[in-house]
């Protein structure tokens, strides 16, 4: 029997962008969240609008750009050293908690488990392997190859492409409600992480396949799809 591919998304599925709030704390105090997440919706706008308009340039210097966007608009000062730092430790964000154990139990019921991501395969390998989780996955595939974003629907091909796997027979499993629908609309199947409950499927004929709210749930309920 041919093996299902399960492609999981980095940033908000196995890593936790979140944390950065508390690399932050210390020089923005109580404007740390808010900066936090400034910065982490204005890196997706940015990375969405450079797609569209076929500008393609590599994640982290949307990273960067996103950051500044940040700083500005949360109108905090902060000087180029500090800003580096914060982009290195970027590469040294914390996996969600249940992430480790969940990806051990998904290689051991014997998924083929492959990181799919908006990032370059350098910074993939260096945020797993601080993560502790680079050992789970058989190859990581980015978009860079292609020089485009997800969700763009080449993006996904090009994952069946790499791996060698049909579409029916590979799943996206990501927390991202616009990465869930483009995988769907590209005729992937999609598992849903739903870690943020204010975000929703805004077009319900690209709904998950199946959702779950941690990926430790996740062996079992694609145990009862089979």
Known sequence: MTQTLLAFDVYGTLINPNAMAE???????????S????????????????????RYVEFSVCTRDALDVAIAAQEVNVDSSTRDDWMAAYSR????????????SLVSAGYRCVAFSNGTEKAMQEVLQNAGLAHHFEAL????????????PVVYHHLSRRMKVAHDNAWLVSSNNWDIQGARHAGLKAAWIHRDRTALIEDPSLAPNLEVDKLDELTDKLAGMR
């Open 93 to 104: 964000l914390p996996a969600f908690e249940e992430v480790d154990g969940a990806l051990a």
């Open 35 to 54: 900066v936090a997440a400034q910065w982490r919706a204005s890196q997706l706008q940015l990375s969405f609008r450079r797609g569209l308009m076929g």
């Open 23 to 33: 690399v932050l704390r210390p020089t923005l105090g109580e404007q740390a969240e």
């Open 141 to 152: 595939v980015s978009v860079d190859d292609i020089k485009r974003f997800k969700p763009d």
